[in-house]
């Protein structure tokens, strides 16, 4: 369920900067995405919603009952059930069971989420200052994904495009109906892989690998967009992700176009380590070790 703003709501936002346009699909709630894990979070996320505003309701309402009912202008007296030990197990009991009712659905997600077993596509993230590297594993494919919106529109010298600051210049590319394991790990400071859609958001940390799945419902081809979601540095909003989810007969055609590409490239990776960190809009280098 996705809560939207009332209409009126969008006269305040011009007075912050922000037009009516930019709002018009902006909403409340978190998306179901595009995958059965995100859909698994999302109906969560909506069940114990629902638990806390029914525990809100029930306890606001008794309570404003009671201040109302019981005021001492109308004459009532406090009770004194101090110390009464059936309050005292009625009030543990009953917390108790909303906890188990909540971390069951919790449990179940979290397992589902960290089974990687079995992946038909496996892909490892490196997370750099301040660009993303994919190798596919089972594939010879391996490429730099880079930030490519225009420097202008980051200068503010032209208008932003909807995309604005997630857009790269090589998409993640993915089939639908397929488990995809990710092996997330980073080759200089913490990073973090976050894209809503996939329900996936790990840490890539230096020197350890952290594994986690996702697979795009087979009827939701299309481009899925993130962040690093961990603050790395001075250009940490500057390294989006994008995740172009395909057709199996065309990402298999994409994987042969590539497998030709990747045969003549070089271990970029290690070369590029020893880079200093860069500028937004610098490009790996395909330079070799001559030593
Ligand atoms: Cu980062």
Redesign the pocket.
Known sequence: MSVRLPRGIGLIFPLFGFTLDAWADYTLNMTKGASPISSNIHQLHMTILWICVAIGILVYGVMIYAIIRHRKAAGHQAATFHESTTVEIIWTIIPFIILIAMAVPATKTLIEMTDTRNPEVTIKIT?Y??FWHYDYIDENISFFSNISTPEDELNNLAPKNPHYLLQVDKPLVIPVGKKIRFLITAKD?I??WWVPALGVKKDAIPGFYNEVWSMVDIDKPGTYRGQ?A?L??AK?GY?PIVVEAKTLAEYQDWVSKQEKTTAQATDETDNFALMPPCDVSQKPTTTKHTA
């Open positions: 997370g200052r301040w400071v990073h973090s690093c961990e790395c540095g940490h390294m």
